[in-house]
């Protein structure tokens, strides 16, 4: 199983940028697939999910109406399109799979429901 994010950087504030997380090894719509952040001596927190099958979603409050999730069943990917960055939003993130799929809504979703994780990626939002 391998879960490979990309598309972090550095952006500034009111900006955006695109992640992806290309998976391999494990049925892809079986699964939920997340994305988690942790920023500088914080914990590790939910920011949103979605399950391939349905496309049903679930996004953390401090992030929506700015990030949207997606997938690609044919590409095995997962993208979270992230608008009108803050300085807040400066962490490494990282894609999970998990499951079962129904696992994306606020009662279920978090990282103990996860299985698999990937290695993370920075996203920096700065002037």
């Known amino acids: 199983v391998q879960l490979v994010e990309s598309g972090g950087g550095l952006v500034q504030p009111g900006g955006s940028l695109r992640l992806s997380c290309a998976t391999s090894g494990f049925s892809f719509e079986d699964y939920a697939i997340g994305w988690f952040r942790q920023a500088p001596g914080k914990e590790r927190e939910r920011v949103t999910c979605?399950?391939?099958?349905?496309?049903?979603?679930f996004y953390t409050d401090s992030v929506k109406g700015r990030f949207t999730i997606s997938s690609d069943s044919i590409k095995r990917t997962v993208y979270l399109r992230m608008n009108r960055l803050r300085p807040e939003d400066t962490a490494v993130y990282y894609c999970?799979?998990?499951?079962?799929?129904?696992?994306?809504?606020?009662?279920?979703?978090?990282?103990?429901?996860?299985?698999?994780w990937g290695k993370g990626t920075l996203v920096t939002v700065s002037s």
């Open positions: 999970a799979a998990g499951g079962p799929p129904g696992v994306c809504v606020d009662s279920m979703f978090d990282h103990d429901a996860m299985y698999y």
């Open positions: 979605i399950t391939p099958f349905d496309d049903s979603t």
